[in-house]
């Protein structure tokens, strides 16, 4: 089973600005995936990072605010960009055999 | 969008008792999986069931799986003060391009 190391854990940011959440591997996945989840709620994934090929989003979500890197197959960043108040989540990274592997998350509050 | 639909959404019980919850889905899968999520924090994989088992066991953990009522329950036994969390069934499909999709959650409180 892969395990994945995920930072920040939590950050505090100020409206219109941006932070970026790295996600690494400890050994080499495919697919890694990017899911949000705001509180109280349910994971809604994000996007699909691909090794080599740009990510694929899903409905709801966009490469302008939310651009994402996958440089090689153990590491992938998720950027939110010019952050608002309802950014505020739960951001999660995984990585996935049969079953998903999880980042600890990061806790984002937008001010 | 979501896939899964677990019930109840939120469940309090006394520690020793039995906690079951519920998950209906609504397309054909090829797994149905069951995780548990602490405190907000990252996700973790309990158990796996695939489309052709009806039950699978994981030490108090009890899965089953009724495919024609595109249905999952997942039964605590002995519930801990530890097991307090919420829990997501997530579903996996062929045509889903590696995509899992989670339920909405069960947020389960053990009482002391």
């Known amino acids: 089973s892969a395990v994945i190391s995920q930072k920040p854990s939590r950050d505090i940011c100020q409206r219109g600005t941006s932070l970026t959440i790295q996600c690494q591997v400890d050994?080499?996945?495919?697919?890694m995936f990017w899911y949000r989840q705001q509180p109280g709620q349910s994971l809604t994934l994000i996007a699909t990072?691909?090794?080599?090929?740009?990510?694929?989003?899903e409905s709801g979500f966009v490469i302008d605010k939310f651009p994402i890197s996958r440089p090689n197959l153990t590491f992938s960043t998720l950027t939110v960009s010019n952050m608002s108040p309802e950014d505020s989540s739960i951001y999660l990274c995984?990585?996935?055999?049969?079953?998903?592997?999880f980042g600890s998350g990061t806790q984002l509050s937008v001010l | 969008s979501q896939q899964g639909e677990e019930d109840p959404q939120a469940l309090s019980i006394q520690e020793g008792e039995n906690a079951t919850m519920n998950c209906s889905y609504k397309?054909?899968?090829?797994?149905l999986q069951w995780y548990r999520q602490n405190s907000g924090r990252g996700l973790v994989h309990l158990i796996l069931?695939?489309?052709?088992?009806r039950e699978k066991h994981s030490g108090r953990l009890r899965v089953t799986l009724d495919t024609s009522k595109k249905s999952s329950s997942l039964l605590i036994t002995a519930s801990r003060a530890a097991d307090t969390a919420s829990y997501f069934c997530?579903?996996?499909?062929?045509?889903?391009?590696?995509?899992?999709?989670f339920g909405k959650g069960t947020r389960l409180h053990i009482l002391p």
């Open positions: 990072a691909n090794q080599g090929s740009e990510a694929t989003y």
């Open positions: 997530a579903t996996d499909a062929w045509n889903r391009d590696d995509k899992i999709i």
């Open positions: 995984s990585a996935r055999d049969e079953k998903l592997f």
């Open positions: 397309t054909s899968i090829n797994n």
């Open positions: 069931i695939r489309s052709n088992e």
């Open positions: 050994s080499q996945v495919t697919m």
